[in-house]
């Protein structure tokens, strides 16, 4: 009710897609560092030098990190790495993807992406779940039957708004990460199910954290030797005009 979730999406042809990932070699980086630096770098174009636009977040799968394979079951298997990276304008765009591939490449360590599992296993569950009630609870309407005791304790200062603030978290109006990605990479999928043919995977990429935090997130899919990439955005903190001007950019600086 007080804020519009917006999707933009790109899709890449197959011969897009594997000069892309043959770039990307000879460049010596990943396609996810080179996606997550060529919207770094867009930003900073295109809204010029914000504070929030190196605060970077990359997801990373945690199921091959596991001592007990999990198998076939649906779960929430994901780290997350942050890091901080300034884009730097005096340098090309692939000098600045392998100094992102460099920084962020030695992040990527059980200790670093289990981190905040593991905290909220050892976390009392009802701080956990007070978080979301903290940051929301004042947008309830004033006829909404838990209003007054919802609408208290979002201004209540307590335990759980010191950890917000801690990490910024603590508003709704205030941006503290310029991308957040997150890569399922290639899935090989079989192609052909009987009479039907499957032609490319779309990725919602949803977000744990409010959208209306983040400048921008990014989900990014590979099935059928096809990238497809989807730009999710809160309105309110960014305007469809700007975010389509920051995904042409991306995209040129990564398909010439």
Known sequence: MNYKHRMLSVELSAAQTSALVERCRKEEVTVNTALTTAFIGAQYMVQGDKPYHSSIGVAANLRERLQIPVGEVMGFYAGLVTLKCKY?????????????????????????????????????????????????????????????????????????????????????????????????????????YGQLELDRLIMNPGSAFPLANINLILGVVTCAGKLSLVIEYAEETIDTTTMKKIKDKAMKTLLI
């Open 88 to 192: 730097n304008g005096r340098r090309n765009f692939w000098e600045n993807a392998r100094r992102f591939h460099r920084k962020i490449k030695p992040l990527f360590t059980n200790k670093t992406l289990f981190k905040k599992p593991l905290v909220w296993c050892y976390l009392e569950q009802a701080i956990l779940e007070s978080f979301n009630f903290k940051k929301i609870g004042r947008f309830f309407p004033a006829n909404f039957t838990k209003y007054e005791k919802l609408s208290a304790f979002s201004t209540c200062n307590d335990v759980v708004l010191s950890i917000l603030k801690r990490n910024k978290m603590d508003s709704l109006n205030q941006i503290f990460m310029g991308t957040a990605i997150t890569n399922f990479t290639r899935m090989d999928f079989p192609s052909k």
